[in-house]
């Protein structure tokens, strides 16, 4: 069993910067893949970015340039820089995680709240 636990979202003006959290516990050292996905209101969810083990990153177009993920595995936790963030960014964020001998993410945080305003 793995949790995770997002923080850092909030309210934030076009333009601005926010960084987002997660902190991973349980079973860590089973921990592949971690990425963080976002779902507006009545949208499917997307990943937005993802990291390896190995620090190997994807990033959905929309964000490429815009936000950096990474991930401080001495202290278990996962971080996305949001920079130059705009309207289309508003939704709730969640972060994810994969686990050996899974090919697809199969833990999930809570979610954070993230609002864009014009």
């Known amino acids: 069993q793995v949790q995770l636990v997002e923080s850092g979202g909030g309210l934030v003006q076009a333009g601005g910067s926010l960084r987002l959290s997660c902190a991973a516990s349980?079973?860590?050292?089973?921990?592949?893949?971690m990425g963080w996905f976002r779902q507006a209101p009545g949208k499917g969810r997307e990943l937005v970015a993802g990291?390896?083990?190995?620090?190997?990153?994807v990033y959905a177009d929309s964000v490429k340039s815009r936000f950096t993920i990474s991930r401080d595995n001495a202290k278990n936790t996962l971080h996305l820089q949001m920079n130059s963030l705009k309207s289309e960014d508003t939704a709730m964020y969640y972060c994810?995680?994969?686990?050996?001998?899974?090919?697809?993410?199969?833990?999930w945080g809570q979610g954070s709240q993230v609002t864009i305003s014009s």
């Open positions: 349980g079973r860590i050292f089973s921990i592949n893949t």
């Open positions: 994810a995680a994969r686990t050996e001998g899974s090919h697809e993410y199969n833990y």
């Open positions: 990291i390896t083990s190995s620090g190997v990153t």
